[in-house]
């Protein structure tokens, strides 16, 4: 079964800050526990190094429980980020993780988690080939992959580009790629413009009257 979270082909760890999505019957979570945390893994896997389907495969519950906490607790610091860098007026999106501090030791305590480092693979006749290495279990690294790429993309001019999704409901965060981007998906964009055209035409009590 896939993962019932949106993917927008936003980066990483946008992609891990939408696993909170809402809809008109509320906000729900994606990481709800080990099977909705490996089927998001499952969905991201071409995009995390060193993960693979077999590492995925060879979890223990044990090992399975202790991902979910971990990128739950990275979601919650990169959300409450999200939030500082957006200005995001949403309640329903507010993170557990109040104090911006502790959020920026979340996100650097997981980067540092496991190191990792490129290498570079060329055997004779062959074409070389950059690979990822890792000191520890590839699930580990993969949550150090994204708080890593996080760090990146907070601590440069590109986080200005972040934005909160405003329309009713949605507490997704996107990249604005084009000027005229307003919202996260098109499906969030026909909600608000189809908003905006019912209140246009509405009828106002007088005119029930006449």
Not at 92 to 121: C, F, H, Q, S, Y
Not at 196 to 208: F, G, M, N, V
Request: aromatic fraction near 4%.
């Amino acid at each position: 079964m896939g993962t019932s979270a949106p993917l927008l082909g936003e980066p990483l760890p946008i992609e891990l800050m939408n696993t909170v999505w809402g809809d008109r019957d509320g906000v729900h979570d994606a990481l709800d526990g080990p099977a909705g945390t490996a089927a998001w893994l499952r969905a991201v896997l071409p995009r995390l190094e060193p993960m693979t389907a077999s590492d995925l495969d060879d979890l223990t519950a044990e090992d399975a429980g202790d991902l979910t906490r971990r990128l739950l607790r990275l979601r919650d610091a990169l959300r409450r980020l999200a939030s500082e860098a957006t200005g995001d007026p949403r309640p329903a999106a507010k993170a557990p993780i109040r104090d911006l501090e502790a959020a920026v030791a979340v996100v650097n305590e997981a980067a540092g988690a496991v190191p990792r480092w490129a290498a570079l693979t060329w055997t004779p006749g062959g074409t070389p080939a950059r690979l990822i290495r890792a000191g520890g279990r590839a699930p580990a690294a993969a949550v150090s992959a994204i708080a890593e790429e996080a760090v990146d993309l907070f601590g440069r001019p590109d986080r200005l580009r972040l934005r909160a999704c405003l329309a009713p409901g949605c507490v997704l965060y996107f990249r604005k790629d084009h000027p005229r981007r307003e919202w996260c998906s098109t499906a969030c964009g026909n909600r608000v413009r189809a908003a905006r055209h019912y209140r246009r035409h509405r009828r106002s009590p007088s005119a029930l009257e006449r």
